[in-house]
């Protein structure tokens, strides 16, 4: 195993969504590697959370990285919050990303869970993708 690539990684996959032109139609330039302080935009999207597991083999080191990017929305229902989480996954999803250390060797999505939060906290999309790497 190895968790070398995984700054790397978090790098390449922050650029894909934030450098979205779609998602940047959405949001603007809402996107965060931790949950933003002060004033709150109306939708934002936080790139982060990470599980690693080890899947080395003969050839190369390598980790499954099971990473959740996090759709947050004060919106009144579930549609601004699910555009921009489609969007995110169309810029992830069988995209190839260029690492500046290793190998993505494959992203896959995983799964979302869409939450209601309790006033004032709106809407909440977790999605979870998977990434296999090897650092060759």
């Not at 700054?7 to 922050?14: E, N, R, T």
């Not at 939450?115 to 909440?124: H, I, L, N, T």
């Amino acid at each position: 195993m190895t968790y070398a690539v995984s700054s790397a990684l978090q790098s390449a996959v922050f650029g894909a969504v934030s450098g979205n032109l779609a998602l940047q139609a959405l949001i603007g330039a809402d996107v965060f590697d931790q949950p933003p302080s002060g004033v709150l935009p109306l939708t934002y999207v936080v790139v982060g959370e990470e599980n690693v597991q080890p899947r080395s083999d003969i050839s190369a080191n390598g980790a499954v990285h099971d990473l959740t990017i996090s759709v947050f929305s004060d919106a009144a229902g579930f549609t601004a919050a699910k555009d921009v989480a489609v969007t995110i996954s169309d810029a992830l999803v069988d995209v190839p990303l260029t690492l500046a250390r290793g190998r993505l060797v494959s992203m896959s999505f995983l799964r979302a869970r869409a939450k209601r939060g309790k006033a004032p906290d709106g809407r909440r999309i977790d999605l979870t993708f998977r990434a296999r790497v090897e650092d060759i």
